[in-house]
């Protein structure tokens, strides 16, 4: 069964609902996510699930949303066909298109080919939306970047396509990992080094800028290591959390001499940069 997801088919009244039980399911193992107009479809290994795992999502007990959910198993090999039947390109901005392989080229200067497999990663949620947004505010040119947790890829791609010198992405689920080599291939980049790793590997390096966007508990994880990898010129840009935690995550992070400098929220979701006090 190693080689099976579950796909739980959430519908859910009324729709603002669906943002805050994505926001409770991220935490507990689910993988992936596709929105709907009336609900939402997470995905979860075979091997993560139990019967269990609902009673730790607090919006399932709350009288204020009706929610019905079914349960099936999906096969790895037919994944991407359940992606495609709801995938849809993402224009980001007028410069900017991230798509799938199956889909037309959007001729824009930045026409991103993003096959997602099992990693997450692919311009749909606002996380990532809101982290392609400030990587195009910055001066990448010539600059050495990390990117923890790269999942598809997404964000180091850009990164090179915006004039990054040097990308290492790192990923400690074999999925994303092999997903990003895939995606680096897929388009045409040279830049990027990636590893099946956790950000550990990277120590010793410093970078001028280091990415990651992953859920609230990982982020902490990393917390120590943004440090030893960072120095005084570091510009540091987080997401994978809500506007709420953002008050949680500068207190923790001012005690590692980091300061924010700005932030953006999209639905609820917040990203911010980061500078080395």
């Given amino acids: 069964m190693d080689d099976c997801y579950l796909s739980v088919n959430f519908k859910i009244k009324p729709s603002y609902g669906i943002e805050i039980l994505l926001a409770e399911l991220s935490h507990l193992g689910f993988e992936m996510f596709v929105e709907k107009h009336d609900g939402l479809i997470a995905y979860i290994k075979n091997s993560d699930f139990s019967d269990k795992l609902f009673d730790k999502v607090r919006i399932l007990n709350s009288n204020e949303f009706n929610i019905d959910y079914q349960i099936k198993q999906v096969k790895n090999k037919n994944w991407n066909e359940e992606w495609e039947k709801n995938y849809d390109a993402v224009d980001i901005n007028e410069n900017c298109t991230v798509r799938a392989p199956f889909h037309k080229s959007s001729k824009k200067k930045f026409d991103i080919i993003i096959k997602p497999e099992m990693s997450f990663g692919t311009g749909h949620h606002e996380t990532t939306r809101l982290m392609i947004d400030f990587l195009f505010e910055q001066n990448l040119k010539n600059k050495k970047i990390c990117d923890i947790g790269c999942g598809t890829g997404i964000l180091s791609i850009i990164s090179e ?100 400098s700005s932030y953006k929220v999209r639905n609820n979701w917040a990203a911010s940069t980061y500078f080395r006090m």
């Avoid at 004039?163 to 990027?192: H, M, P, Q």
């Avoid at 790793?197 to 800028?209: A, P, Q, R």
């Fill in 161 to 260: 396509k915006i004039g990054a010198k040097s990308i290492e992405a790192v990923d400690i689920d074999i999925n994303c990992y092999k997903n990003t080599l895939d995606n680096i291939i897929r388009n045409n980049c040279f830049k990027i080094k990636s590893w099946h790793s956790s950000s550990d590997v990277l120590v010793g390096n410093f970078y001028d800028f280091i990415l990651s966007n992953i859920t609230l508990n990982k982020l902490k994880v990393n917390f120590e290591n943004f440090k030893k990898i960072s120095n005084k010129k570091t510009i540091m840009i987080l997401s994978g959390f809500y506007e709420n935690d953002l008050a949680v995550i500068n207190k923790m992070l001012e005690k590692l001499n980091f300061k924010m």
